[in-house]
C-alpha cells in the first residue's frame, strides 16, 4: 500500500538550519516532492527529486533521498520568519500523475 | 502567464446541494487533476483529466464527478453533499510539454466549501 508519514510540527529559531523529515513505503515511487502551504493558500512546488538521485540543492533548500530507507529530507538553510509554513512530502509513483501526500509538518520561526 | 486558476475562493452549502468547482489550467498544460484537503490533513487525489477523459481515480464515491473541456479547463462536481465534504478542494495542473515536466503538478489557489 501507499503511506508517506511526517512529523507534525517543528520549531525553529530565525538562522538555524531546519530539517524536516518524511518517509515513504511505496518502493515504486518515481519522483519525490516538497511543497510549501502558507495559512489559506494553495500548495507551492518547492523542489523535487528523482529515485535515482541521492541528493539535490537548489538555494536554500537540500534535499536528501535515502531510498533504502525509503527516508526522504528537507534542510532549509538560514531559516527565516517567511518560511513559517506547513511543509508538505509526496511521493508519485506511476506516470500518471496520482500524488500521495504526508500529514504535513508545520514549521514554526521564532525571532 | 497566469497560473493555475480556480472558482470561486469560496462557497457555503447544505447537506444534500449539489456544486460545481471551476479549475483553469497553467498556460501549456493539458492535464487537470483535484484533490480534497480536509482541516489539519494532506491532500487526498480524486481524479485526473487528460484530453477530456478521467484517466485515473483515487478512493472516493461516485458522487464526485468531472469534466475536462477542450480548452484544458475542468470542472468538479459534487453531488448530495455530506457535512464531511467539507474541505479545500484543490486543482493541479500538468503536462503539456513532455519529458519530467508531464510530471510535475502546479496547485491553483483551491476552493474552500463549507457544508451545513
Known amino acids: 500500500g501507499e503511506d508517506v508519514e511526517q512529523s507534525l510540527f517543528l520549531s525553529v529559531r530565525e538562522g538555524d538550519s531546519s530539517v524536516i523529515n518524511c518517509t515513504y513505503t511505496?518502493?515504486?515511487?518515481?519522483?519525490l516532492y516538497w511543497y510549501k502551504q502558507e495559512p489559506g493558500a494553495g500548495l507551492q512546488l518547492l523542489t523535487y527529486?528523482?529515485?535515482?538521485?541521492d541528493m539535490k540543492q537548489d538555494q536554500r533548500l537540500t534535499v536528501l533521498l535515502n531510498k533504502k530507507d525509503k527516508h526522504l529530507s528537507l534542510r532549509i538553510a538560514d531559516t527565516q520568519t517567511g518560511d513559517s509554513a506547513i511543509y508538505f512530502c509526496?511521493?508519485?509513483?506511476?506516470?500518471?500523475?496520482?500524488?500521495?501526500f504526508g500529514a504535513g509538518t508545520q514549521v514554526v520561526v521564532t525571532p | 502567464d497566469a497560473g493555475v486558476t480556480q472558482s470561486p475562493t469560496h462557497l457555503i452549502k447544505t447537506r444534500g446541494q449539489q456544486v460545481t468547482l471551476r479549475c483553469s489550467p497553467k498556460?501549456?498544460?493539458?492535464?487537470v487533476s483535484w484533490y480534497q484537503q480536509a482541516l489539519g490533513q494532506g491532500p487526498q487525489f480524486i481524479f485526473q483529466?487528460?484530453?477530456?477523459?478521467?484517466?485515473q481515480r483515487g478512493n472516493f464515491p461516485d458522487r464526485f464527478s468531472g469534466h475536462q473541456f477542450p480548452n484544458y479547463s475542468s470542472e468538479l462536481n459534487v453531488n448530495a453533499l455530506l457535512l464531511g465534504d467539507s474541505a479545500l478542494y484543490l486543482c493541479?495542473?500538468?503536462?503539456?510539454?513532455?519529458?519530467?515536466?508531464?510530471?510535475?503538478?502546479?496547485f491553483g489557489p483551491g476552493t474552500r466549501l463549507l457544508v451545513l
Open positions: 498556460s501549456g498544460h493539458d492535464t
Open positions: 527529486i528523482f529515485s535515482n538521485m
Open positions: 511505496d518502493s515504486s515511487s518515481t519522483y
Open positions: 509526496a511521493e508519485m509513483s506511476d506516470s500518471w500523475g496520482k500524488l500521495q
Open positions: 483529466y487528460y484530453e477530456e477523459e478521467e484517466r
Open positions: 493541479a495542473s500538468s503536462g503539456g510539454s513532455g519529458g519530467f515536466k508531464e510530471e510535475t503538478q502546479y
